[in-house]
């Protein structure tokens, strides 16, 4: 199942923008093997907020992510790989956003997890049969 987080939500008849996900939101939900962010005011991804998750295939982190918290895609289930729209990893982001602090340092993404990530990635989309989204280079 995708998690697709949208740019607003509705409650009580009021628009909300969605700024950010919460500390482990999405931990220990071994369904969830996709994500989807789906706005560009996007400011944060918690905390293990997809902690020992079932993700895997592409995942694009929007540039306006100015936070990503401690572990918050750490013990992944999968192989996968983070398209990082950033020209460069902020320093506001966790030393250890992929990984266990028992585990490799993100110097090397491929080591423990198999998780890649690139930074600087300009993306668009393409839609499989099934309607979810893979990034792809513009």
Known sequence: NTAIIPETIENN?????????GDQAFENCSKVDGLVINSDKMLSIGDRAFYN??????????????????????????????YIEAEEIPSTW??????DQYNQSSD???AFYEINYYVGYQVGWEYD???IPTPVSK
Do not use: C, M
Request: net charge negative.
């Open 13 to 21: 008849n009021k628009q909300y923008t969605v700024v950010g996900i």
């Open 53 to 82: 998750t079932g993700l895997g295939g592409g995942i694009v982190i929007p540039q306006s992510i100015t936070y990503l918290g401690s572990r918050a895609f750490g013990e992944i289930s999968k192989s996968f790989a983070l």
């Open 94 to 99: 966790a030393s250890d956003w992929a990984f």
């Open 108 to 110: 090397d993404p491929e």
């Open 129 to 131: 049969e099934n309607g």
